[in-house]
């Protein structure tokens, strides 16, 4: 017998085809020509990604960090699905995969819709699986139609018999009305479709019909993310301050959290039934929110008044409001370079009260203004060597 192709879903399937072959070639005298037969490895889902993440896993990144690691993991990988069904059952666990990577448990702290959105729009960057999965899909139909009509392939007449009524219902009928076609399409034709209407893709041209391409069309198009009493302008200029490249990833991560929310404070882990109590743990009379933790705090106001000799040389204490704290929006007129050092110092100093939070809970120890503020010296002296190095590169 010969063309004869067999699906194994898993290892025992493997072992019985042999030993079903086995079982013939006894029976008959028939031999499998291993010169005309090959095995070909589809796609194994989210096994493997979770096998290549969580090498990384063990490796305490940031947000910044894991967020690079899925990018270049994605972009590199050579055998994503192209067909329907393999697509859609993958893209729910691979999305549920990459985001307990990226928070370290099942529970999200950020909307996904957020994460998926640009820095300068105030997400993370995060692949989208879902949408990545089904451009693969989508681009390689339509090119195998569009770019490749002249060729008479397998796949480009499969995909011109299930898909020509789809397309001449969005204006793309390029051929012969002779050609015989299906007018019960598939689920996973359908869902082309679907997609190219789902993101108003009708005008792209045919040579646009890339994965990485479409994908970058479809993120363009995401609205900036607000913020509750700012603003459309000066909300740019925010997510622009906290993605800045002067910052170190962690500092990043956690600017980025304190405006969205994603720190695990005391009013964040209540609502949510993981702590008795909302209040703050050095004061114990308001509750524990990014505000509160950062600015309001008597703790915070005296570990500020104590980096006073640090600010002036850049921004002077008394200029201070919550919004620079925050958000990196320093009042008066500074120099480029000054609202940096300020920056800089500022998050140094929120790096050092949450690390004292943490202490204070989960090790019940105390720090002292003299040595918060010596911690955040060292921090600050960090940013100093790196500025140091990259002059050296240079």
Request: hydrophobic share 35%.
């Amino acid at each position: 017998m010969d063309n004869v192709t067999v699906f194994c879903a898993d290892q025992p399937s493997v072992r019985a085809l042999v030993q079903t072959c086995e079982d013939f070639s006894k029976a008959s005298g028939a031999k499998v020509n291993c010169g005309k037969s090959e095995t070909l490895l589809l796609w194994t889902g989210t096994s493997s990604v979770r096998q290549k993440i969580g090498l990384w896993s063990l490796r305490d990144l940031t947000i910044e960090g894991k967020t690079l690691v899925l990018r270049r993991y994605f972009q590199s990988c050579s055998t994503w699905p192209k067909h329907g069904h393999l697509w859609l059952r993958s893209a729910g666990p691979i999305t549920r995969a990459v985001f307990n990577f990226i928070w370290g448990s099942k529970m999200d702290r950020v909307k996904r819709s957020v994460m998926y959105k640009a820095p300068c729009k105030g997400g993370k960057g995060v692949p989208d699986i879902p949408n990545l999965l089904r451009s693969f899909f989508v681009c390689n139909c339509i090119r195998q139609m569009i770019m490749g009509k002249e060729k008479d392939s397998v796949g480009s007449s499969m995909s011109r018999f299930f898909l020509l009524p789809l397309w001449r219902s969005l204006g793309w009928d390029k051929w012969d009305s002779s050609y015989p076609y299906n007018w019960n399409t598939p689920w996973f034709y359908l869902d082309v479709t679907k997609f190219v209407r789902e993101h108003q893709l009708e005008e792209v041209k045919p040579d646009l019909w890339k994965p990485k391409t479409i994908h970058k069309l479809i993120r363009a198009k995401d609205a900036m993310e607000s913020i509750p009493g700012l603003p459309a302008d000066t909300v740019k200029v925010v997510w622009g301050n906290v993605s800045s490249d002067s910052l170190s990833n962690k500092h990043k991560d956690m600017s980025w959290m304190a405006i969205r929310g994603g720190l695990p404070l005391r009013t964040f882990m209540h609502a949510r039934n993981l702590c008795r109590y909302r209040h703050c743990p050095r004061c114990i009379i308001y509750e524990e929110t990014s505000l509160h933790t950062f600015w309001d705090c008597q703790f915070a106001q005296v570990l500020l008044d104590a980096l006073e000799h640090e600010l002036k040389d850049c921004v002077p204490r008394n200029l201070l409001t919550h919004h620079a704290v925050l958000y990196g929006l320093f009042q008066g007129t500074h120099t480029e370079g000054a609202i940096q050092e300020a920056w800089r110092l500022i998050n140094c100093f929120k790096d050092v009260l949450w690390y004292f939070t943490n202490c204070l809970i989960l090790r019940r120890e105390r720090m002292t203004i003299q040595d918060c503020h010596r911690l955040v010296h060292s921090l600050f002296r960090d940013y100093n060597i790196r500025d140091s190095l990259e002059e050296e590169e240079d």
